[in-house]
């Protein structure tokens, strides 16, 4: 099995590397990068410990960013389409995408009061690499799930220079995972989760398409928590201190935000039943969907380059005055769907699988997914070979 499906460029161990199987055949990467042109980049802030003061921390927060084209594509609108499964959060943009079909701004992602900078970060980034874009209109893409069980979040930490930073450091081929960029101060099924990646190849017949999945998992109640369609969270029940923090942050609250990439040509209602499918991924990890967790996910393709452009138009429409568009027919759409679902599945147990113990503020812990006890669990129930 090759290397990049087993450890991050970090070292940590991914869900593969504990000989947890899955469904369904993974790019080269495992990861939403897999799709050609989809670029990711991290900023982590990570600073103090101890008794949290507001403004001052300590900090265990940051910044992802998603460029779709690139860095060269930026400002090209690709088809787009996304689904609110339950609303408690936010993604800013979501209702010019929902009239357009289109997307053509990077995304970001961070916590939950941190999408203002995000939001600016992003207009200063176009402003400088794109403006022509930034001198017609923008409406950034900036999304968020909750961290202030670890993190100061109500202190002005985040800022747009680090979103631009998250940017500037978006590159192709292996991504990080665990405690990076807007994951690095999340949760998922009360351990430490934050983000997590996989991706499927989907035979065409002629050729091969690719559904990339990135998600900022934080969510999600341990007792829920099933690997592998084994339940779990009985078995992991101990060792639980953010639900004993319950009075302030109920069980299985938090959020999960998921991007979804393919270079399959799709029309934007396509890209939304994609994003729609992601529920099923999250359900086969156990939870049953939190009213406290805001569930937000989007999809674009990255065929069709620049076909959906809404510029302002110049002179007088003539012959030429057309857009024209391939897509998958809509009765061929299944096995991207199941694609969708197998690699959130899979991002989701990355999630928890690259991750360490956490302290943040307040001496709050987040204790990491105990690897061995997994394991032994699933070998008990004939899922993993003794």
């Not at 943009?93 to 079909?101: A, D, Q």
């Not at 939950?112 to 995000?118: D, E, I, K, M, R």
């Not at 970060?121 to 799930?145: F, S």
């Not at 009075?247 to 939304?272: V, Y």
Request: net charge negative; aromatic share 6%; with cysteine.
């Amino acid at each position: 099995m090759s290397e990049t499906l087993l450890v991050t460029p970090a070292g940590k161990p991914r869900a593969r590397a504990l000989g947890i199987p899955f469904t369904g055949n993974p790019g080269r990467f495992n990861a939403i990068t897999d799709v050609p042109g989809v670029e990711v980049g991290y900023t982590t802030l990570i600073s103090g410990d101890g008794k949290m003061e507001i403004g001052k921390g300590p900090v265990r927060t940051g910044v992802t960013a998603i460029l779709p084209l690139g860095r060269e594509g930026a400002g090209q609108a690709i088809a787009a389409g996304h689904h609110s499964f339950n609303g408690n959060g936010e993604m800013t943009g979501v209702s010019w995408l929902e009239e357009s079909g289109a997307l053509n701004m990077p995304i970001l992602i961070s916590n939950t009061h941190a999408v203002g900078p995000c939001h600016r970060g992003t207009i200063d980034w176009m402003v400088r690499n794109k403006p022509d874009v930034a001198n017609q209109w923008m409406l950034p893409v900036a999304a968020e799930t909750w961290d202030g069980y670890l993190n100061d979040i109500n202190g002005p930490h985040v800022t747009s220079a680090h979103a631009v930073a998250a940017l500037d450091a978006a590159r192709n081929g292996a991504i990080e995972e665990g405690s990076v960029g807007g994951g690095t101060g999340m949760n998922c099924y009360a351990f430490k989760g934050g983000n997590g990646t996989a991706s499927r190849v989907v035979n065409y017949g002629h050729r091969d398409y690719t559904v990339g999945v990135f998600l900022q998992a934080n969510f999600g109640s341990r007792k829920e928590l099933t690997i592998a369609g084994v339940p779990l969270g009985a078995k992991l029940a101990d060792d639980n201190p953010i639900e004993a923090f319950a009075a302030n942050l109920p069980a299985g609250a938090g959020s999960c935000i998921g991007i979804i990439a393919t270079d399959a040509p799709l029309l934007p209602g396509q890209c939304k039943a994609l994003a729609r499918r992601v529920p099923l991924g999250l359900a086969r990890t156990g939870t049953a969907g939190s009213h406290f967790s805001g569930d937000i996910f989007l999809a674009f393709s990255t065929a069709n380059r620049d076909a959906l452009n809404g510029r302002f138009p110049k002179g007088e429409p003539d012959a030429g005055a057309y857009g024209h568009i391939d897509f998958i027919p809509w009765g061929r759409m299944d096995d991207f769907y199941t694609a969708v679902v197998q690699a959130a599945e899979e991002a989701v147990v990355n999630a928890l699988v690259a991750n360490a113990e956490m302290i943040g503020r307040d001496g709050h812990r987040s204790p990491n997914l105990p690897h061995d006890r997994v394991v032994n669990a699933l070998k008990t129930r004939g899922v993993i070979a003794s």
